[in-house]
């Protein structure tokens, strides 16, 4: 059963950093690009960040470019989010997702998201 | 970036009705690259349909999707109680995913 789950959200102050871990269990974690989609609290979905499978391309909305990077340990079947220069607007809850075999570009598999709270 | 606008924001339908839910792309997507989701509240999201018509596994029949280039639809032919939700469709282009921002299918 492919599993996703989510740790490291917190409350953080303004300007601080947090890292968000999402550890990938029932497949083969090395095969699949991840994402990164968050959802401030009522609101919709966006999408923050993707890396590939090997780890070698990544990309960033324009929101979280220059403060966010996104990073995986494909010997620990682990992907990760270093979230600096904290602003209120990134409260949110921040999912992880799998992004589907060839080239499809949709998420199949979601995690339930840990919750990001940046205030003073 | 392209902006994906959905329609109506919430929609007032009874179990057994038909819903028809719109998304609407400020320029071109391919048909590969759209995708519709379903979200509960207090739920992760669930993908319904990729490649802008197929199913994604598990999805029940009473879902399709359709449309190409700016416009894409999302199909419910009968609503069964478990399908009052939020529905997004979400693109990717240019690197870059985006979602809508989402239509809301309420009990009337």
């Known amino acids: 059963e492919v599993q996703l789950l989510e740790s490291g959200g917190d409350l953080a102050q303004p300007g601080g950093s947090l890292r968000l871990s999402c550890a990938a269990s029932g497949f083969t974690f090395s095969t699949f690009a991840m994402s990164w989609v968050r959802q401030a609290p009522g609101k919709g979905l966006e999408w923050v960040s993707a890396?590939?499978?090997?780890?070698?391309?990544?990309n960033y909305a324009d929101s979280v470019k220059g403060r966010f990077t996104i990073s995986r340990d494909n010997s620990r079947n682990t992907l990760f989010l270093q979230m600096n220069s904290l602003r209120a607007e990134d409260t949110a809850v921040y999912f992880c997702?799998?992004?589907?075999?060839?080239?499809?570009?949709?998420?199949?598999?979601w995690g339930q998201g840990t919750l990001v709270t940046v205030s003073s | 970036e392209i902006v994906l606008t959905q329609s109506p924001g919430t929609l007032s339908l009874s179990p057994g009705e038909r819903a028809t839910l719109s998304c609407r792309a400020s320029?071109?997507?391919?048909?590969?690259?759209l995708a519709w989701y379903q979200q509960k509240p207090g739920q992760a999201p669930r993908l319904l349909i990729y490649g802008a018509s197929s199913r994604a596994t598990g999805i029940p029949d009473r879902f399709s999707g359709s449309g190409s280039g700016t416009d894409f639809t999302l199909t419910i032919s009968r609503l069964e109680p478990e399908d009052f939700a939020v529905y997004y469709c979400q693109q990717y282009g240019s690197s870059l995913w985006t979602f809508g921002q989402g239509t809301k299918v309420e009990s009337k």
């Open positions: 320029q071109s997507v391919s048909s590969s690259y």
């Open positions: 997702a799998r992004e589907m075999h060839g080239s499809i570009y949709s998420f199949d598999y």
């Open positions: 890396i590939s499978e090997s780890g070698g391309h990544t």
